[in-house]
């Protein structure tokens, strides 16, 4: 098993930045892909970034690109998400995932490890 705790929410005015971290225990970090999702008020969980076992390879959800940054450290078992220029429509429970497996980045049903969370509130 695996276990995921995110931190690193909370309230911010637009425009603002803020930094999640996502620490693994339980299993080798390195052996995990790792992504973030988001689950808006009253809307569906929706993919966020993910990053590759190495940390070589990254993908941004059209939505955050060039205001999110995803990384990873092995050595530290953590997932970060650096977020920038955040807007009021960014706010959301922040989710980090990882898997064991190879498969669609996006796809949530993919992931079979999940933490419980974390508020970002973007003030307008």
């Known amino acids: 098993q695996v276990q995921l705790v995110e931190s690193g929410g909370g309230l911010v005015q637009t425009g603002g930045s803020l930094s999640l971290s996502c620490v693994a225990s339980g299993r080798t970090f390195s052996n995990l892909e790792m992504a973030w999702f988001r689950q808006g008020p009253g809307k569906e969980r929706e993919f966020v970034a993910f990053?590759?076992?190495?940390?070589?390879?990254?993908y941004v959800a059209d939505s955050v690109k060039g205001r999110f940054t995803i990384s990873r450290d092995n050595v530290k078992n953590t997932m970060y998400l650096q977020m920038s220029s955040l807007k009021p429509e960014d706010t959301a429970v922040f989710y980090c995932?990882?898997?064991?497996?190879?498969?669609?980045?996006?796809?949530?049903?993919?992931?079979?490890?999940w933490g419980q969370g974390t508020q970002v509130t973007v003030s307008s």
């Open positions: 990053i590759s076992r190495s940390g070589g390879s990254t």
């Open positions: 995932a990882g898997r064991s497996f190879t498969g669609d980045y996006a796809y949530k049903r993919s992931y079979n490890y």
